[in-house]
């Protein structure tokens, strides 16, 4: 069965930093990669995709994220935070062939310093 | 404006008293699903659904029951709420695509519903 790991539960940056979040997965083959966004109180937002093709893919709010099949990784990126990126991240992935069947990691929430 | 609603946004029961978490939404998609969200374990997938009359389990389905009578609607229903059910339950929906257009995966999540069960 496909597994998703995101390997930090927190981390706290300064405002104006970058950052990375890791996301590792586990399925045999390619998967379909998503980053999903939850504000406080709020649902989820997609922030970008991954299906094939380039592997650097562009999102919404500055985030972008790499595929790297190698390393079963796809970690989210920004290179400047802004406070109100403080919010709870979740990478998820989608079988091929199972619809829109999502497994998702366990969330890293992200706190932002002034 | 394209939506996903669920009602109630809060609830909070006695164990055995059974309940009714409904969902529905306006975009004429096709799938639908039920998460569970608990601290540390990030969303679990309850059920879904591919089209009218078509459901499927999950990875955590006990305790869980669900209907899809017509398309916009999803209800997820607890016959007998455990204490063990509390927790944050997400609706989801997405367009499965068309014969020349593959879907794209993108799900479009409710607000959420926070259950206690006391």
């Known amino acids: 069965a496909q597994s998703v790991t995101q390997p930090d539960i927190h981390i706290t940056v300064s405002e104006g930093a970058s950052l990375e979040l890791r996301c590792n997965y586990s399925y045999g083959a390619t998967p379909y990669l998503f980053w999903y966004v939850q504000s406080p109180g709020q649902g989820l937002q997609l922030l970008l995709k991954y299906f094939s093709g380039d592997t650097l893919v562009q999102g919404i709010k500055g985030f972008e994220a790499e595929f790297k099949r190698s390393q079963s990784s796809f970690n989210l990126r920004k290179p400047s935070v802004h406070w109100s990126d403080a919010a709870e991240y979740f990478c998820a992935v989608a079988l091929n062939n199972a619809g829109n069947m999502l497994t998702f990691g366990g969330g890293t929430r992200l706190m932002v310093k002034p | 404006e394209a939506q996903v609603t669920q009602n109630p946004r809060y609830l909070i029961t006695v164990t055995g008293k059974k309940l009714t978490v409904t969902c529905s939404q306006n975009m004429n998609h096709e799938y639908m699903s039920w998460y569970r969200q608990d601290p540390g374990l990030g969303l679990r997938q309850i059920y879904y659904s591919m089209n009218v009359e078509v459901t499927d389990k999950g990875d955590v389905p006990e305790g869980y029951k669900v209907s899809r009578k017509e398309k916009r609607n999803f209800p997820l229903i607890l016959e007998s709420p455990s204490p063990n059910q509390t927790s944050l339950y997400f609706c989801?929906?997405?367009?499965?695509?068309?014969?020349?257009?593959?879907?794209?995966?993108?799900?479009?999540f409710g607000p959420g519903t926070r259950l206690t069960v006391t």
């Open positions: 989801a929906s997405s367009w499965r695509g068309t014969t020349s257009k593959v879907g794209n995966y993108e799900q479009y």
